[in-house]
């Protein structure tokens, strides 16, 4: 079955960058949509950015429209989140999620275990 590990999370400064990653350390996810989700307490899991399967086409969330870049290295079964311009609305568990549907944003059936973001004023 697919395992994804997410890395890359960690405390920044509001404006600052983030990279996020996705690795699939059990099977293969190079056939699978990818996506991005991110929760914080007291909120509904919210999605973020999705890429299809093949990397041919992205999909973002209002919020982050324009400041963030979702990416994948199909040969190494890794996707990216690059953060930029980052701010205190985006401190969240980010969340890599595979089968996602683009289109419809609908999530898919494989998770990561997460990774905090935390963007300070």
């Known amino acids: 079955q697919v395992q994804l590990v997410e890395s890359g999370g960690g405390l920044v400064q509001a404006g600052g960058s983030l990279r996020l990653s996705c690795a699939d350390s059990g099977r293969t996810f190079s056939s699978y949509a990818m996506g991005w989700f991110r929760q914080v307490p007291g909120k509904e899991r919210e999605f973020v950015a999705a890429?299809?399967?093949?990397?041919?086409?992205?999909v973002y969330a209002d919020s982050v429209k324009g400041r963030f870049t979702i990416s994948r290295d199909i040969d190494h079964d890794t996707v990216y989140l690059q953060m930029n311009t980052l701010k205190p609305e985006d401190t969240a568990v980010y969340y890599c999620?595979?089968?996602?549907?683009?289109?419809?944003?609908?999530?898919?059936?494989?998770w990561g275990q997460g990774t905090q973001v935390t963007v300070s004023s």
């Open positions: 999620n595979a089968g996602i549907r683009p289109r419809t944003r609908e999530e898919g059936g494989s």
């Open positions: 890429i299809t399967w093949d990397g041919g086409s992205t």
